[in-house]
């Protein structure tokens, strides 16, 4: 059974830091994709970074220069740290995973993790 869990959210003021992680079990973890979304209220779900099987990375023009995503396959872990936080950074984020790039990038990926909350006060 495949499972992500997030950790790492917070409160945090703009122009700070946070560290997100996810930790996935019950696959071949070194051989999926795997992606942050993010969803703020009344608002799309959207696609934030993306590391591949080989740590090649994609990121939303948005966050670009701020965020940096990476992986520790020895660890079944995923990160993404995120930099010079702003308040239009507030969200839930998720993490992703599928071991077909097109589908984590399109936004449909088979797993989700259970979100974990960043708040970005001014």
């Known amino acids: 059974q495949v499972q992500l869990v997030e950790s790492g959210g917070g409160s945090v003021q703009a122009g700070g830091s946070l560290r997100l992680s996810c930790a996935g079990s019950?696959?071949?973890?070194?051989?999926?994709?795997m992606g942050w979304f993010r969803e703020a209220p009344g608002k799309e779900r959207d696609r934030v970074a993306f590391?591949?099987?080989?740590?090649?990375?994609l990121y939303a023009d948005f966050v670009k220069g701020r965020f940096t995503i990476s992986r520790d396959n020895a660890k079944n872990t995923l990160y993404l740290q995120m930099n010079s936080l702003k308040t239009e950074d507030t969200a839930m984020y998720y993490c992703?995973?599928?071991?077909?790039?097109?589908?984590?990038?399109?936004?449909?990926?088979?797993?989700w993790g259970q979100g974990t909350q960043v708040t970005v006060s001014s």
């Open positions: 590391i591949g099987r080989d740590s090649s990375t």
């Open positions: 992703a995973t599928d071991p077909d790039p097109v589908s984590l990038w399109s936004g449909s990926p088979h797993y």
């Open positions: 019950g696959y071949a973890y070194s051989n999926y994709c």
